[in-house]
């Protein structure tokens, strides 16, 4: 099972920590990724963490240099720190597991695994 938490309302500017704890499954056997889903919107991918593979770190563009991924694999928890929040990163924030290889952890598609999401809101 995952679990995400961590979401609230922010107002523009500020920051928020993400966190992704997962039971049942050890993460570092997995790719751990972050997508996200506004209303009316596909899921996108936001960040993810190979925890088996030298614990790499992959951005979409919109969260490069603003998020951070990163895990602890005693606490089988992945994290998302949030920093530099602006309106449109207001979603819902999931996070889920996969085995798939590299070329393809950027579609929701390829996760077989999810947790329910959590809210972040991020006011002008």
């Known amino acids: 099972q995952l679990q995400a938490s961590g979401g609230g309302l922010v107002q523009a500017g500020e920051s928020l920590r993400l966190s992704c704890a997962v039971s049942?499954?050890?993460?570092?056997?997995?790719?751990t990724g972050w997508f996200r889903q506004a209303p009316g919107n596909e899921r996108e991918f936001v960040a993810a963490?190979?925890?088996?593979?030298?614990?790499?770190?992959h951005y979409a563009e919109s969260a490069k240099g603003r998020f951070t991924i990163s895990g602890d694999n005693a606490k089988n928890t992945v994290y998302l720190q949030m920093n530099s929040l602006k309106p449109e990163d207001t979603a819902v924030y999931f996070c889920?597991?996969?085995?798939?290889?590299?070329?393809?952890?950027?579609?929701?598609?390829?996760?077989?695994?999810w947790g329910p999401g959590t809210l972040v809101t991020v006011s002008s």
């Open positions: 889920g597991l996969t085995r798939a290889p590299l070329s393809a952890i950027y579609s929701h598609d390829n996760y077989n695994w």
């Open positions: 049942g499954r050890a993460i570092r056997t997995y790719t």
């Open positions: 963490i190979r925890s088996w593979s030298g614990a790499s770190t």
